[in-house]
């Protein structure tokens, strides 16, 4: 069973996408997992991305695709069993464990498994005696600490259109109402610094909104709009409409043979 890394990061995020590395050739648990980087490269620093010699695969291109976009192209020019989402601005650790959410990825209906994280070291650390080796169903699941998927999902992934958009919510969603379950592994932890300068926050300041898969969500606008992907809140759970969880039971009752 071959499982990679699927990484996309950008030109002014090289040194966190080489700490991101660090951490991964540090731990000897992921020496059996390739690791695939498709890298957007508008300010031509490439030359700068160190350790190659652990990538199966750097792809480079040009141009801004956004997180969308980049993982949708990605995984069209990859293939394995499993598939773990990274961001460039995470860091792995001794509480990350990605193993049993592989595990899960394996039951039939499974779709995707977030992975717990913190912002920091210190707030992950306050995090730890909360660990527990269990899953929860949601819906909507982001990329978190990381997350695992089959390739029987990421078929359905390398399917959705590459659009400009201020979310991954298509990917869960898309799951979702295909009548798979996401899930939260509560069992693993690692450090994600959203909300820095850069990469995806940057893209969203310089994009213009399109929000996917408006069938079947209700999207809340913020007060203050200034025409760019922030426009938005970020799609939760209580979001998806009937007409999604009606799809899902219906499409997972007809694939798996299964109500829940």
Known sequence: MKTTFVIISVSDRVDQLNELLKTIIADSRWDD?????????????????????????????????????ARVTLLNKIKYDTYINLDDDMLLGGYTNYHPAIKKTKEKGVGFVLTNWAKTPELLAKKVPKKQDKFVSQILVYNGGGMVYSNSVADYMRALPIIDTAFDVAWPLTAYVEGYNNYRYLGSLSVHRVCGRGGMSA?????????????????FYCKRRKGNCHDVHIPLDQNVNDLAREKHRANRLARFNKTR
């Open 203 to 219: 893209y969203m300041t310089t994009t213009k909104l399109h929000v996917m898969c408006g069938e079947y969500l209700t999207y």
């Open 33 to 69: 997992i390739d690791v695939n980087l498709l890298f957007q490269d508008p300010s031509g620093v490439e030359g700068m991305i160190e350790h190659r010699e652990r990538y199966e695969n750097i792809f480079v291109y040009p141009k801004l695709l956004g997180c969308h976009g």
